[in-house]
C-alpha cells in the first residue's frame, strides 16, 4: 500500500469527514431503532500524531496543524456550533488514551467516532483490506461487543451486508484513492449498494485533485436515478495555490431530515477555520434533489 492514513490523520479532509460524519450518525439516531454501521475502508482506528510525523522519511509537514490543531486551539466560545459535538469526541478520545499535554496527540478514525456514538441497539462493521492496517484494527477493538472486524475488500462487504437485518444502515465508504479507476469503483459499489438496499444512507468522501473526476462522479450518481443526493465540497485554496490536495467532498444518499441545514453550516464555518491560501470556499448542492 503507497497511502498511509496516519500521516495525513487529523487534516482539514477527516475534520471535515468526521464532523460532517458525527452530525450524520446523530441524526440517523434520533429515531430508536438499531442501525447497522459499515465503514468499507476503515483504517487502524486510531493514529499518532507525533508518531507518525518523526517516522516520515520524506520529513514532511505534518498535516494535522492545519486541520484538527486549528480548532483545538480555539477557545471554547469560538467554537462553532455544529463543530462542538465533533471536537469534543477528538478531546475525549485524545485524553483517554493517555495525552496530558496541550496539543492533540492522539486522533480517532472514523471506527472511533462510531463506537463513541454507537447505541446498544446498533452494530458496527469495519472493513480493511490490507493486513497490517486491518490487524490493528482488530487489536484496537478486540472484545468489543456488536463491533466486527473483517480483513476485506469494503466493496465487496457492501454486497454481503446489505439488506441489514437491522432494516436501517449507513455505509461510510472512504477509499485512499490509490488507483486510478477509483471513482468508477465508488460508482459501481453504490450502484450495487442502492439496489440491496435503496433505503440506506450512504457517505462518500471524495478527494478535489481534479474537478473533472469528480464532475464526472457525480454524474455517474445521477445517472443511477438514485434517492436525494446531496454533494457538500470544501475547498481550502483557490485553482493556483501549490498545494495537491485542494479541497475534498462528501456525497450524502438519503440525508436524514433537517441534515442539509446542519451540513451547510459545518462547511461554510470550516471554509473560514481551515483556508490555507485565497479561494477557500464551501459549496452545497443537490445532486438529486429531494422528492
Known sequence: ??????????????????????????????????????????????YDLAAAAAGDTLARRPEWPDGIGRLWALPAGDVPAGLGDYLALVRDFD??????????????????LAHAL??????????EKHPAECGALRAEFAGLPRVAVQEDDGYTAVRALLPPRERRAL???????????????????????LQRFPSGTYAIWYPLTARAKADAFLNAVRN??????????LDIAGADA???????????????????????AIV????????????????????VPER
Open 1 to 46: 500500500m503507497n497511502y498511509r492514513h496516519h500521516f495525513h490523520a487529523g487534516n482539514f479532509a477527516d475534520v471535515m469527514k468526521h464532523a460532517l460524519f458525527v452530525r450524520l450518525l446523530r441524526a440517523l439516531q434520533r429515531k430508536e431503532k438499531g442501525i447497522l454501521y459499515l465503514d468499507t475502508h476503515a483504517g487502524r482506528g486510531r
Open 95 to 112: 485524553r483517554r488514551a493517555g495525552n496530558l499535554d496541550g496539543a492533540p496527540r492522539f486522533y480517532p478514525g472514523s471506527p472511533w
Open 118 to 127: 454507537a447505541r446498544p441497539v446498533d452494530r458496527l462493521v469495519f472493513c
Open 171 to 193: 455505509l461510510l465508504m472512504d477509499p485512499p484513492f490509490e488507483e486510478p479507476d477509483e471513482f468508477a469503483r465508488l460508482a459501481t459499489a453504490l450502484a450495487e449498494g
Open 224 to 233: 443511477l436515478a438514485p434517492p436525494p443526493a446531496l454533494a457538500l465540497e
Open 242 to 264: 501549490a498545494i495537491k490536495l485542494k479541497g475534498c467532498g462528501v456525497l450524502v444518499l438519503n440525508p436524514p431530515w433537517q441534515f442539509e441545514a446542519e451540513a451547510r
Open 268 to 287: 461554510t464555518a470550516l471554509a473560514g477555520l481551515l483556508a490555507q491560501a485565497p479561494g477557500a470556499a464551501a459549496r452545497v448542492q443537490w445532486i
